[in-house]
């Protein structure tokens, strides 16, 4: 697939992502696989692993911001991350795998938890108006339309750049009309959904590290 470079941006490794953090619970898990529910996912000072055969979006934007998180899973002080807010109105996903890995404090004991769904093109993960907090993706990817160095506020394009105080002002922003990427690895630390439809649920908890999605 194509990997477009324009203005010295290497597009695959162009941060772009989809999916909400593996901290959904079983219960949460069925009802996003059963119908479109709202979403809002993150993993206490932990980043997970996401990967996707395909990602068909419209409507996407990008700009810089801070996550505000914990140092650890049961850490008291908070840090503040560097991320790219990455946003679609709309994203359809196919073969995708998200994982994370959490140390037990205490017993040293690591534990790894999976979800696989969109097994195809006939059953996609579908999502709306969604926000992730990304840091570091790739991918083979193009986009459709593209502006760079925009205030991305264009409503045709992606949704609004957030309000909450995790956005930079001012600083590089881009958006497009359409982008389709392929092969995406990439890590996060936070994802937002308006609706996320997982369809063909998998989920796994156990011990071996090759449960991670790579």
Same mark, same amino acid.
């Given at each position: $697939?194509?990997?477009?470079?324009?203005?010295?941006?290497?597009?695959?490794?162009? *941060?772009?992502? $989809?999916?909400? #953090?593996?901290?959904?619970?079983?219960?949460?898990?069925?009802?996003?696989?059963?119908?479109?529910?709202?979403?809002?996912?993150?993993?206490?000072?932990?980043?997970?692993?996401?990967?996707?055969?395909?990602?068909?979006?419209?409507?996407?934007?990008?700009? %810089?911001?801070?996550?505000? %998180? =914990?140092?650890?899973?049961?850490?008291?002080?908070?840090?503040?991350?560097?991320?790219?807010?990455?946003?679609?109105?709309?994203?359809?996903?196919?073969?995708?795998?998200? #994982?994370?890995?959490?140390?037990?404090?205490?017993?040293?004991?690591?534990? =790894?938890?999976?979800?696989?769904? %969109?097994?195809?093109?006939? @059953?996609?993960?579908?999502?709306?108006?969604? =926000?992730?907090?990304?840091?570091?993706?790739?991918?083979?990817?193009?986009?459709?339309?593209?502006?760079?160095?925009?205030?991305?506020?264009?409503?045709?394009?992606?949704? *609004?750049?957030?309000?909450?105080?995790?956005?930079?002002?001012?600083?590089? *922003?881009?958006?497009? @009309?359409?982008?389709?990427? =392929?092969?995406?690895?990439?890590?996060?630390?936070?994802?937002?959904?308006?609706?996320?439809?997982? #369809?063909?649920?998998? $989920? @796994?908890?156990?011990?071996?590290?090759? $449960?991670?999605?790579?």
């Amino acid at each position: $697939m194509e990997s477009q470079v324009r203005g010295g941006t290497r597009w695959k490794r162009f *941060a772009v992502v $989809m999916v909400p #953090s593996v901290l959904a619970t079983a219960a949460v898990g069925v009802s996003l696989a059963q119908g479109a529910l709202a979403a809002s996912f993150s993993v206490s000072g932990q980043e997970f692993k996401v990967k996707a055969g395909h990602l068909e979006g419209w409507g996407f934007a990008q700009y %810089g911001g801070m996550d505000e %998180g =914990y140092t650890s899973v049961l850490g008291k002080e908070k840090t503040d991350r560097p991320v790219a807010i990455s946003s679609f109105k709309r994203a359809e996903i196919t073969e995708m795998c998200q #994982s994370v890995k959490t140390t037990i404090p205490f017993v040293n004991k690591t534990i =790894y938890l999976r979800l696989d769904a %969109g097994p195809n093109e006939d @059953r996609k993960v579908e999502a709306k108006n969604l =926000y992730i907090d990304v840091a570091q993706l790739e991918a083979d990817a193009t986009f459709e339309d593209i502006d760079i160095g925009v205030a991305v506020q264009d409503q045709s394009r992606g949704p *609004a750049v957030k309000e909450d105080g995790t956005s930079l002002p001012g600083g590089f *922003a881009q958006q497009a @009309r359409k982008a389709n990427l =392929y092969d995406v690895e990439q890590t996060a630390w936070a994802t937002t959904a308006g609706t996320f439809k997982l #369809s063909g649920l998998k $989920m @796994r908890l156990g011990t071996d590290p090759k $449960m991670e999605c790579f």
